[in-house]
């Protein structure tokens, strides 16, 4: 069966240091890949998606990028904290492109 | 493009009542619609989906339909119980699309 890990589950950063989320997705190949952000009591927010190794789409254009070097690994990254990049993030996999999606447990970033 | 509506919340429900969260949406194509669902601290799981026009999704007692005349997927059930407390979330896919379009999330809350 497939399952999907995120690291850490939370994380305290000072403003201005890097970022680096990873998840990873066993038990599929070729997966479409996810990052979302959900800030407190609010929806979520489509951060980037890759349908395939080195291809990246963003959907948000501020000081977070993500990465796919390997098939089933996605990386979400910052050079330097913002504080209002606290939030939940999300990875979410899915088969299809147009496929229901299957959520990481997430993780809690708080940006002090 | 591609938008979901929800209702918007809080709702707040006795245990065994009715429930019903409404979702309505605006796409180009036939999508497939789907409900989700995020208990407390924890990513979001698929609840049900429906792929094409009258397609009726259910599971854990839940149903949606999918109705093309209405542009519409409401969330029902009929007795809900203290451990449906959830954030719920109306979601639709175009085929071949990279991306899914979440609706904004109703908070439910059931009290004994």
């Known amino acids: 069966s497939q399952t999907i890990h995120q690291w850490p589950a939370t994380l305290v950063q000072p403003v201005g240091s890097p970022l680096s989320l990873e998840c990873t997705v066993e038990?599929?190949?070729?997966?479409?890949l996810y990052w979302y952000r959900q800030a407190a009591g609010r929806g979520l927010q489509l951060l980037f998606y890759?349908?395939?190794?080195?291809?990246i789409s963003s959907e948000v254009p501020q000081n977070l990028s993500a990465s796919r070097p390997q098939d089933r690994q996605f990386i979400l990254s910052s050079k330097k904290l913002l504080l209002s990049d606290s939030g939940f993030y999300l990875c979410?996999?899915?088969?299809?492109?147009?496929?229901?999606?299957?959520f990481g447990p997430g993780t809690r970033l708080t940006v002090t | 493009g591609n938008s979901v509506t929800q209702m918007e919340g809080p709702v707040t429900l006795s245990e065994e009542a009715f429930l019903t969260i409404n979702c309505t949406y605006t796409?180009?194509?036939?999508?497939?619609l789907f409900w989700y669902v995020q208990y407390p601290g924890e990513g979001l799981q698929l609840l049900l989906k429906?792929?094409?026009?009258?397609d009726k999704g259910s599971n854990k007692g839940f149903e949606a339909t999918y109705r093309k005349e209405t542009t519409s997927f409401h969330l029902e059930k009929g007795s809900v119980q203290v451990s449906d407390s959830a954030v719920y979330f109306c979601?639709?896919?175009?085929?071949?699309?990279?991306?899914?379009?979440f609706g904004d999330g109703t908070t439910l809350t059931v009290k004994p």
């Open positions: 979410a996999w899915s088969v299809l492109a147009g496929g229901e999606q299957y």
């Open positions: 038990g599929t190949s070729n997966p479409n």
């Open positions: 890759s349908v395939g190794i080195g291809q």
């Open positions: 796409a180009t194509g036939y999508p497939s």
């Open positions: 429906a792929t094409k026009a009258d």
């Open positions: 979601a639709l896919a175009n085929t071949n699309a990279g991306k899914s379009t």
